[in-house]
């Protein structure tokens, strides 16, 4: 397992943006699922969203379109911006990675996993 490193989690105020980052350069240059997840107090953890080894995106059916996942290989890091945050987004957001050939948002299917970023949001 190669650990993935989040960053950019804090405190903002309902109606702010975040931009999250994962620092994946094992998988982001090579063939990879990678995906976001996010786990709030009390409740299970959730997909949000996931790029496939072709760059081709998904998102969870539940969530509505203001977040927007994205990979710079160059780079070796993983995004997630969130726009027009609410309170209900407050939650601890990890970043994990697989090298299946078909990519899921399913939590089982991560074998590398990031320690997490928090994210809070007041009304």
């Known amino acids: 397992q190669v650990p993935l490193v989040e960053s950019g989690g804090g405190s903002v105020q309902a109606g702010g943006s975040l931009r999250l980052s994962c620092a994946a350069s094992?998988?982001?240059?090579?063939?990879?699922?990678m995906a976001w997840f996010r786990q709030a107090p009390g409740k299970e953890r959730e997909g949000v969203g996931l790029?496939?080894?072709?760059?081709?995106?998904a998102y969870a059916a539940s969530l509505e379109d203001r977040f927007t996942v994205s990979k710079d290989s160059d780079e070796g890091t993983l995004f997630l911006q969130i726009d027009s945050l609410k309170p209900d987004d407050t939650a601890m957001y990890y970043c994990?990675?697989?090298?299946?050939?078909?990519?899921?948002?399913?939590?089982?299917?991560?074998?590398?996993w990031g320690q997490g970023t928090q994210v809070t949001v007041s009304s």
């Open positions: 094992e998988f982001t240059s090579s063939r990879a699922c």
């Open positions: 790029v496939d080894r072709y760059g081709q995106r």
């Open positions: 994990a990675a697989n090298r299946n050939v078909w990519c899921r948002l399913i939590a089982s299917d991560y074998d590398s």
